[in-house]
């Protein structure tokens, strides 16, 4: 089963790095504002560099000098599934992110239920949108009501 993790990545601006495994690596963007639960929130998501699966695992900080240099923590992380469709028919999600629109959902310990990653026409933007599931969850915001890593339980400002 593909995974896809949210990382806290706090380097020049405060951000979460979302990453999808497509294709043996992590497709990733930028959210800075986070992942929401919200139906009614878009949040904007920019593409980034892909990152190596093993990568998913990485909460520490990157030194000074090297690129994403901060601190980084695993905010989220699970399991992967592809739920774009041509009509009745289930299409790759390679196919799907190169057409610029991937429906998946989430099993995560924070993220859970069905999304869409949208390409809009401006270069590298993207927009998250959350269905309206069972998990999905308005006027709350996942991102202040849990901070903390599901791998250490650590906040990102007590990464040393």
């Known amino acids: 089963m593909p995974i896809f993790t949210v990382q806290k990545h706090a380097s020049s601006t405060l951000h979460y790095d979302f990453r999808l495994e497509i294709d043996h690596v992590l497709k990733s963007w930028v959210l800075p504002k986070g992942p929401t639960l919200d139906t009614h929130l878009k949040r904007l998501a920019i593409a980034t560099n892909d990152h190596s699966l093993e990568f998913s695992n990485f909460e520490g900080i990157i030194p000074d000098g090297e690129y994403g240099a901060g601190k980084i923590i695993i905010w989220d992380k699970g399991e992967l599934q592809n739920e774009t469709y041509d009509g009745e028919k289930l299409i ?43 998990y999905a969850k308005n006027n709350y915001d996942i991102t202040k009501e849990m901070p903390k890593s599901i791998y250490s339980g650590k906040l990102i400002e007590d990464i040393e």
């Open 92 to 134: 790759a999600i390679e196919k799907a992110y190169k057409k610029g629109k991937i429906i998946f959902s989430l099993k995560g310990k924070k993220l859970n239920g069905k999304f869409t990653l949208l390409k809009t026409n401006k270069n590298k933007n993207w927009l998250l949108l959350k269905y309206n599931d069972y």
